[in-house]
């Protein structure tokens, strides 16, 4: 039986993170902490566990005045959105090449 799209994503999310250090920009950290309070009804200790999980687990990259310049041109060059331009701007600085399975088909 073969598997699903998200069940194939979810395999190959667990494997790159085995694989690898994750890197994280505080950017995202804000963005799942916003949705889970929102969505999943997160307690606050249940985010402040969430962050230093972020912490302990990954590699966090703060927003420097470089990213969020870089992240400017990004938008301009490539039309992006705000938040897609920011993750790539941070990845960069970062020193990571990115590939997120939204837009990464490796199939």
Known sequence: ???SDDTNKSERARTL????EPVVSVQ????????????ANFTEDQIRQ???SFYEKCRVVELAES????ASQ??????????DS?????????GVPVCTLKICNTD
């Open 50 to 52: 969430l962050i230093k």
């Open 1 to 3: 039986m073969p598997l």
């Open 86 to 94: 920011t993750i790539m701007a941070t990845a960069s600085t970062a």
């Open 67 to 70: 990213c969020l310049l870089a």
């Open 74 to 83: 990004l938008r301009q060059r490539y039309s992006l959105s705000f938040w």
């Open 17 to 20: 993170i085995q694989e690898s």
């Open 28 to 39: 995202v950290i804000n963005e799942v902490r916003v949705n889970l309070l929102r969505r």
